[in-house]
């Protein structure tokens, strides 16, 4: 199963929190990022469409941002669910995260149709907020580096659904 | 003309690099992002459709993300042109940016259903480097702060198309 994340943390989100246009399953205009353990890393694989570009031949730079986001939160949730002893897949609800802060680097222009890959180390900064280091991949090349600092979902967010 | 860019940027781009998935005009599937100048300062207002939600009721991240850094770019563009004595509308071809680093900070949800507006602030650190400060509110509310370091885009874009 190479390129492929089996068992996806969004997959066992509840489904009122399936609706993230970057990786809610629910979200069918979305881009539906799918991110899981790989060893111990993360990883979310995406193949932008012809329409994800910035200039022809080359992928959107907010694309890029977006996966290095969703990767970031949905790594989070992943390393707070080991935590408390659970894997995607098992049935149990993962936590939620929000990002408090995005940042990307742009390496090198990301061409066009590869194959994208983001890798995450997680790292606890305090029991409900975690930092994620993130390289984004086209193929085997390195095109971005990111980080992401996730915190856990707010109640203030429910109260307003 | 209240929140409305008569003269942006994008419009002036020529049609090779119109085609960015967050600002090109001819990108129709595209957020069409458009930037001008509103006094010293830059401005782009959007609003974000239905599914460009993180969790219902609130925007998503990533459209942040790509708001902000689009804003930035198209004010890199904005500032270096209005320094080579031209102004959006003038028909002379503006410069093109890509972004070389883009970090958001949200400061709190970002509710849906408003007009966000986005505020930028250039300053030159290099004749082809230029950095800006964003300010994302929604309507009145300030939800995201960021910052984009812009470099005029280099000729290796073009070859690769």
Redesign the interface.
Known sequence: MKNEVVHAIQDDYPD??A????CGRL?E??YRFRTGWLGEETVTYYEPSP????????V????I??LV??HGTGSCALALHRKNGFEPGSGEAPPRF?????????LK?T?QGKLLKAVGKVEEIHPKKWKVTVEVFADETLCAMGEVVGVV?PS??AQ??
Chains 1, 2 share one sequence.
């Open positions: 009122d929190f609706w993230c246009f970057g979200n205009e979305g329409k994800h570009i910035a200039i022809p031949g080359f959107y730079g907010g694309l941002a977006s986001d969703c929000v990002t408090a802060s995005l940042n990307v680097n742009y222009p061409p979902m203030t967010f307003n659904e």
